[in-house]
């Protein structure tokens, strides 16, 4: 590949961090982000997703997760890559494609969370005019992680390791954005295999404590199964 | 971002191809996929995944879509990004970051391939000893593609508009590497409403011509389903 052809690209890795937190008018657990107000032309003071260019000597997870420390002092476990966007036209000046990692943070890692300058949260479904294409990525994590609940365990990333089906309930309302039914809830989860009781209860709430619950991701997902052939 | 940290950083886009084509010992559908052989350093002699450096003016799509007509002759409906592979040991010298995608060939998409000089088609399954990380890279898409057709209608990808159960399953039998049952095959399949009855019947086979079946992707599959609460 020739030298000239490529001079002008840069390659940048950010990140789309989701946890919930209250809504500030319904106090609901509603999905938040910390975003970044950039210093700089482009697109200077304002909003954009917590990343930067990528180090000779850094892995492409290895980036997300530098910049993640930096900026809002999160670790999280579970972090994953989520699309590369690179548009001839996305960003103005130089050719930027940006790797996108996504990570949901549990409220043990979230109470970490120590903002940098310039960092703040916002509700996911509210972010606005962000710098670059960053409304579209943050609208692309949104639409996987809306789809992802209905088919796999994802869920249990924004819980402890034990929990309440309510507490999971809660989860999936804050992603999917409606209040759901509690009994459906409750025999829809049960029925899916995720998740097994613990045999514990949580103590200290009322006279019938709920159960708690941790993931069963031993168990395979109620998915189209295909048998072979005696 | 300085000049400096980016200057030895390149950027290549290349394509996993997977096409169904007779095994050369079985004759059974197989899972082929097109390799370029490399006749330049690094890795000179060795075959790799089509690809190549990503151009200023091309998006990334584009650049993939660009290659494969090159080498292989291909303009597949069906193209999706894969994965970004960019471990900083991944090449020696240079620094190189490869945008995988990937893509299904129907049979009368293939029926149009042409091999461009050094290319060959292989078994997925039996490649070994590619250029960079690429057994890595196929490795990474046949795991995917295995675990996509559990859970959603992936398969029809690799046929026409309109295909018999029999075709189907022959499918599913070459991404998984194993007999399936019919009945039972047939019996999940129907249950899970991704495929509709056209009313038509394939011609000119036996005196009792199996019925053909389309892609019904406006029915949910069957997943979670999360009911509202009244």
Do not use: C
């Amino acid at each position: 590949m020739s030298d000239t052809t490529q001079q002008r690209l840069s390659l940048a890795v950010s990140t789309v961090v989701f946890a919930l937190r209250p809504h500030l008018r319904t106090g609901r657990p509603t999905v938040w982000l910390p975003l970044v107000r950039r210093i700089r032309e482009p697109y200077e003071g304002l909003w954009a997703l917590p990343g930067g260019p990528l180090e000779d000597d850094q892995d492409l997870a290895a980036s997300a997760r530098a910049t993640l420390a930096r900026t809002t002092g999160l670790a999280p476990r579970y972090l994953e890559q989520l699309y590369a966007f690179g548009d001839v036209d996305r960003s103005p000046g130089d050719r930027v494609v940006s790797i996108v990692y996504w990570t949901l943070v549990r409220p043990d890692e979230d109470a970490q969370a120590i903002d940098g300058e310039n960092v703040e949260w916002f509700p996911a479904d509210e972010v606005r005019g962000l710098a670059f294409d960053h409304d579209v990525i943050v609208r692309y994590a949104l639409d996987r992680l809306r789809a992802k609940i209905t088919y796999s365990p994802i869920a249990h990333a924004f819980l402890t390791d034990e929990f309440t089906l309510a507490q999971l309930r809660e989860v999936y309302e804050a992603v999917l954005g409606r209040r759901l039914d509690p009994a459906n809830f409750r025999r829809q989860i049960l029925a899916q295999g995720t998740v097994e009781p613990t045999g514990r209860h949580l103590t200290g709430t009322s006279h019938r404590p709920p159960a708690l619950y941790r993931s069963n991701l031993a168990r395979p997902r109620a998915t189209l199964t295909i048998e072979e052939t005696a």
